[in-house]
């Protein structure tokens, strides 16, 4: 049945249907829930007065209150500007109107008592504020005293005089009829373990806080009651999912204990050996493994993936690898057919330029169960790839594929679902991993080989071009390769970039003995698959690229990365980028090239890459810089539209949300105690609308 929140947003007064029509298309808002729900992103504060003496340019806003003395027109035609005189007992100031000059000449008199409301800027040694809130002095608004909120609008909005002040009336109109409306969502025992607001006072005091008190109560409970239910939900999923979804029980070890003492040529880190055993522990379980595999680029994730492939071929299944690059399927078979051609094992690769002949003797060997370990591409989800028996499915830079083309190799075996590994190098702070993959099970390389020097990251600016050169020219000659990534293909009108073919150019001139490759994003397929092979061979010294190759081919020689106009690129990705470097034995640098004009964020990104080479200290930097917005393409996954929590600042009440969630499922996963009906309630109530991805991976 629909509620008094379901009520289409027309039916408030004050809105109609032209309002409506905006409301709907400009902010997503339909109903009164919406409405309700549509929360203030800052407050005014005019919880105090300030004199004129105490005012300073480092004031964001500020309510002074006096008389004004006079007023006068300066200037002519577009500098024409109309001011007025505003004294207390401190000192004097000026308000000013460059705009709807006609109308304030009328509104403001000489003589009378003002409160006044702006930001304050200094000329001289006089104060002003440009265009203030102006009103007449009364009894009412001479104490000041609370905290006005300011709501997300559009342009389009603000021109048909539906601003920020027009929704506050149409908040406070909601309020007062939806006050007996509002239940609570929590349980006592919740609300008072962690001392939380009640629901109807947090959705009083998030619109009108009577205080910074208040108001941070308010935040306080309901970022907490939205972060608990996203929790709950993916929680129950993954109950659901243990209960529900049985996985091919895989017991055997012997391959893998055979690879370890015969083939593996080197020593696996302690960080790969926890996650192989963690990994074992779920394809042994007889439940379907769904399991996210965080390791920063050159972690050694694909030799865990062998060693997991190895335990589902020990219980005569199939194994499927799918990358989201022809180059990088191709570099996942050269690493793993050297393995699996010591241990006798059939592993083919399948791409987009498989030859016709090829691809038959694969499909039928896929179909008999003679070919073990496929590798591939998009390739692999096409209808005509049919396993005998398919067991381990890993995704490689999983967030590079859409959800639904990671459900077709879902289910690419009819009787079983097949387990699922997927795998990143992209670090994801904890608190997104929580909220984005709350439903999978983590593991986490977090140490790099032994033997590996970690890069050393260098910020230099245009104007140690000359000395930059001279750097790259001497490791060419020691015979160490280059790669140099421009943000731009086209040159911008908007922003001042040194783009791609102008850099190629200048590049050209400075080494003129040297062999270049260049790659760009408008590039045919084939054209770029044959450049990057060139410098993987090392026919070429200097790759000068945009960001396609930030996942891309492995060059153990390339040992330099220079990175222009650093300042243009996100930290994750300059972290990604830097990662293409420092595969081999040898040291390896990355210059972070920039002009000197750089703002705080560009600093604090720079300075960061600088000073860490860790992958996971650098994605909680980035999600504090940019906030979660699409970090991860998580647009589709429909978990992050938070209405008010904010994953890179609330961290601790997302972990106690998070607790409290585990707990409550721990001792009543139905929510059939009594204690829990409240939430049961709201889970009933909250959007259906929510598609259940996250059954695939």
Request: hydrophobic share 40%.
């Amino acid at each position: 049945m629909p509620g008094f929140f379901d009520t289409p947003i027309e039916y408030l007064k004050g809105v109609g249907p032209q309002r409506s029509a905006l409301l709907n298309k400009q902010l997503n808002i339909f109903t009164f829930g919406d409405l309700i729900q549509h929360y203030p992103f800052r407050y005014e504060d005019r919880t105090r007065f300030y004199s004129i003496k105490e005012l300073t340019e480092e004031m964001p806003f500020v309510q002074v209150k006096g008389k004004v003395t006079k007023k006068e027109i300066i200037g002519v035609g577009a500098r024409k500007r109309l001011v007025a005189y505003l004294v207390d007992d401190t000192g004097e100031m000026e308000l000013v109107w460059f705009q709807g000059i006609k109308w304030m000449l009328e509104k403001v008199q000489p003589g009378m008592e003002y409160v006044a409301f702006g930001k304050p800027s200094k000329y001289g040694t006089r104060f002003s504020i440009a265009h203030p809130e102006v009103e007449v002095l009364t009894t009412k608004n001479e104490k000041g005293g609370f905290l006005q909120p300011v709501y997300p609008i559009t342009e389009t909005l603000r021109k048909r005089y539906l601003d920020s002040k027009a929704l506050v009336k149409l908040q406070q109109e909601l309020l007062i009829l939806a006050k007996d409306k509002i239940h609570e969502t929590l349980p006592g025992s919740i609300i008072k373990r962690f001392k939380l607001m009640d629901k109807r006072g947090a959705m009083r005091h998030i619109h009108f806080p009577e205080n910074h008190q208040s108001l941070a109560q308010a935040q306080q409970r309901l970022k907490f009651e939205e972060l608990f239910y996203i929790q709950l939900r993916l929680l129950k999923l993954k109950l659901v999912r243990k209960e529900k979804y049985r996985g091919q029980a895989f017991t055997d070890a012997i391959l893998l204990t055979q690879f370890y003492n015969e083939h593996l040529p080197f020593q696996l880190t302690n960080a790969q050996k926890r996650v192989i055993k963690e990994i074992y522990a779920d394809m042994r379980s007889g439940k379907q493994m769904n399991r996210l595999l965080q390791g920063d680029v050159g972690s050694g994730k694909t030799i865990v993936s062998f060693a997991c492939m190895l335990i589902a071929l020990g219980g005569n299944a199939q194994c499927a690898l799918m990358a989201p690059t022809e180059i990088l399927a191709q570099q996942h078979f050269k690493t793993l057919s050297k393995f699996a051609e010591q241990m006798h094992i059939t592993i083919a690769l399948l791409t987009g330029s498989t030859k016709k002949a090829e691809r038959k003797e694969i499909h039928q060997g896929l179909r008999e169960g003679s070919l073990r370990i496929l590798i591939g591409t998009h390739a692999l989800l096409e209808e005509e790839v049919q396993f005998k028996n398919l067991g381990l499915a890993i995704i490689d830079e999983q967030h590079r594929f859409g959800v639904a083309q990671r459900s077709k190799l879902w289910s690419k075996n009819k009787d079983v679902y097949p387990h699922v590994l997927v795998m990143t190098a992209t670090p994801i702070p904890r608190t997104l991993a929580m909220t984005l993959y709350g439903d999978l099970d983590v593991s986490v390389i977090d140490e790099l080989p032994s033997g590996r020097k970690p890069i050393k990251t260098v910020h230099k600016y245009d104007s140690h071009r000359l000395e930059v050169n001279g750097f790259l020219k001497e490791q060419i000659q020691a015979g160490r390769q280059v790669y140099i990534v421009y943000p731009l293909i086209e040159e911008s009108e908007k922003l001042d970039l040194k783009h791609l073919m102008d850099g190629y150019e200048s590049i050209c001139r400075a080494f003129p003995d040297e062999a270049i490759s260049i790659v760009h994003g408008k590039m045919k397929p084939d054209a770029k698959e044959y450049e990057m092979a060139r410098f993987a061979k090392g026919e070429t010294s200097i790759m000068v690229a945009t960001t396609v190759i930030e996942v891309g081919v492995d060059v153990p020689n390339a040992s330099v990365m220079v990175i222009e106009n650093a300042e243009r690129f996100g930290l994750s990705q300059l972290h990604q980028l830097r990662g293409r470097v420092g595969r081999g034995a040898e040291q390896s640098y990355c210059l972070l090239m920039t002009s000197f004009k750089l703002s705080t964020d560009s600093k604090k990104r720079i300075e960061t890459m600088v000073r860490t080479n860790n992958g996971f200290e650098i994605a909680e930097t980035d999600l504090q810089l940019r906030g979660p917005g699409d970090l991860m393409g998580t647009q589709q996954s429909g978990v992050l539209d938070l209405l008010i929590a904010d994953l890179g600042k609330d961290t601790k009440l997302l972990q106690a949300a998070r607790e409290t969630a585990i707990e409550i499922l721990e001792n009543d996963p139905d929510l059939k105690h009594s204690d829990n009906q409240v939430i049961r309630e709201q889970v009933a109530r909250m959007r259906k609308s929510v598609v259940n991805w996250s059954r695939i991976s």
